[in-house]
């Protein structure tokens, strides 16, 4: 496994949200670019840099109850 260190800002934010699971669209995706967040039921991404770490959420994702989120860069 190859670890980056990756020092800019992520793109993305996204996490599982246990009280959507009932609408089908569980995954939330927040688009830092563009200051919109929604769910989806799946995220396909191509060629990107990740990074996860427990413990790292903030605002709406600490909100929801996440606690590991997945940032894409």
Not at 42 to 62: G, W, Y
């Amino acid at each position: 496994m190859k670890t980056t260190d990756v020092t800019e800002c992520p793109k993305l934010r996204i996490w599982y949200c246990k009280a959507d699971k009932k609408s089908g669209k569980p995954i939330i995706v927040q688009d830092l670019e563009n200051g919109v967040t929604y769910n989806t039921n799946e995220i396909k991404l191509d060629n990107v840099n990740i990074r996860m770490k427990f413990n790292n959420a903030v605002s709406k994702a600490k909100q929801s109850g996440a606690t590991t989120i997945l940032e894409v860069f």
